[in-house]
């Protein structure tokens, strides 16, 4: 069965079940009317799931989401996002407000007090002014709706240095009946996932449990989300959530035909995957999108170990910056993973343009590497030659742009 897939959509609004809307209440104290916050609420109470940033520094709202679906996952309501403050690194404070934006949006939708989850992005370490925040909520919840339009609007509420929305769409049939995902992101600087300053929000009509929602939304994270790279900084406040409104009538949990099950799992991995893309294209003022590609290694854990060397080494982003094929570099930065290469079995390409095969080099290739260094996205692929495991990440240049952009605030 084929996938229709929109890598432009307007977003959550695509999703039966789900209505959204957003405000602009000058959360950044710019006096501007720039949108920062929005409410995206299920027609009745749904599973949800979340991945969030492994940093041991966690913002309030991702420890609020923890408890919340600790308790509640089966239950969900909706979710409350901000953007311009992180409410992170804000003590006892920050909790109390996280808590304080869910039972706002609650009461604004007439939901239980723990039927919301609460995102935050933006800048570290300062309060969240509430009384805004208050005032944006209740906007939000006025605009609430099912028209693209406003689907398009709550896309932009989550944004900070981002240069353009991300928003996905998948649809599939199963005998007869439409299933959609669909999903949104911000993320440009602050992005070295295992988690980044990153939040997804995605939102299917499908049903499915908490756990069953959780193995799914990990196994898509795992191969997206975790597998780009813009500048190596982790962030205290990455999320991912799952919403399932179930209104589809079908069901992709565990009891669910085993090609149903792989259908949905595509669907999700493709929105996820498309969504991290997007991320690592919109990385704050980059001008090369690298596919880092190891093959061989011995284990994945070896792959991708030798993939983040390359892809977050300074000098290694720097030439890509210059469009200057300097492989040394990434045989340096794959040495210094200490996974235990051999230089005599060590093949790496730009492309498919060989640069070292066998660990020998070959120069006469050089004016081939330099047209595909030219390129805005290209691959770096070395070869181990020591197993059969793989790893692929996305990454970017490093520019002067960058930072310029990040000097000060």
């Known amino acids: 069965m084929s996938l229709e897939f929109n ?12 209505r959204v809307g957003a405000a602009g209440c000058d959360i950044r104290n710019k006096a501007t009317d720039r949108l920062d916050l929005t409410l995206i609420v299920a027609d009745r109470p749904c599973a949800a799931a979340g991945v969030f940033t492994t940093n041991d520094i966690k913002a309030a709202p991702v420890r609020f989401c923890q408890q919340v679906l600790a308790v509640s996952a089966g239950q969900i309501r909706g979710l409350v996002g901000n953007s311009g403050n992180a409410n992170a690194c804000t003590a006892a404070q920050g909790d109390a407000d996280a808590s304080a934006m869910a039972k706002l949006a609650a009461i ?11 995102c935050s992005t933006g800048r570290i370490g300062e309060l969240l002014p ?4 208050a005032e944006g909520i209740k906007a939000s919840a006025a605009r609430l709706s099912r028209e ?3 689907g398009v609007r709550s896309a932009h509420a989550i944004l900070t240095s981002d240069t353009r929305p991300k928003s996905v769409t998948a649809r599939f049939v199963w005998e007869g ?8 992101a911000k993320g440009a600087g602050m992005i070295e996932p295992n988690m980044a300053t990153m939040l997804a929000f995605v939102c299917t009509d499908a049903a499915a449990s908490p756990a069953e929602l959780k193995t799914a939304l990990k196994a898509a994270s795992d191969q997206s989300f975790n597998c780009v790279s813009v500048d190596g900084d982790m962030s205290t406040n990455d999320t991912v959530l799952l919403l399932a409104s179930g209104v589809s009538g079908v069901s ?3 009891s669910a035909p085993a090609a149903l099950q792989a259908l949905f799992q595509d669907a999700l991995d493709k929105v996820c995957f498309a969504l991290a893309e997007k991320i690592v294209g919109d990385g704050e003022k980059i001008t090369k999108v690298v596919a880092v590609e190891i093959e ?3 284990t994945r854990a070896d792959a991708e170990k030798v993939a983040r060397a390359i892809g977050n080494s300074l000098l290694v982003k720097s030439s890509w910056f210059g469009e200057d094929p300097n492989w040394g570099r990434l045989a340096d930065a794959a040495g210094y993973a200490r996974t235990g290469l051999d230089e005599a079995k060590l093949d790496i390409y730009y492309d498919d343009v060989p640069a070292v095969l066998g660990g020998k080099p070959l120069p006469e290739n050089k004016p081939q590497w330099k047209q595909v260094v030219k390129a805005a996205r290209f691959a770096v692929r070395l070869k181990l030659n020591l197993g059969e495991a793989k790893f692929r990440l996305l990454a970017a240049d490093l520019t002067d742009g960058y930072v310029n952009y990040n000097k000060s605030e």
């Open 130 to 133: 509430m009384a805004k925040v």
């Open 252 to 254: 992709v949990g565990a």
């Open 148 to 150: 693209a339009a406003e």
């Open 108 to 118: 604004a939708v007439g939901a239980p007090a723990d039927a919301f989850l609460v």
């Open 7 to 18: 890598q432009d959509s307007p977003g959550l609004s695509d999703v039966p079940g789900f």
């Open 296 to 298: 061989g290694a011995r």
């Open 177 to 184: 009946k439409t299933i959609t995902i669909a999903g949104i």
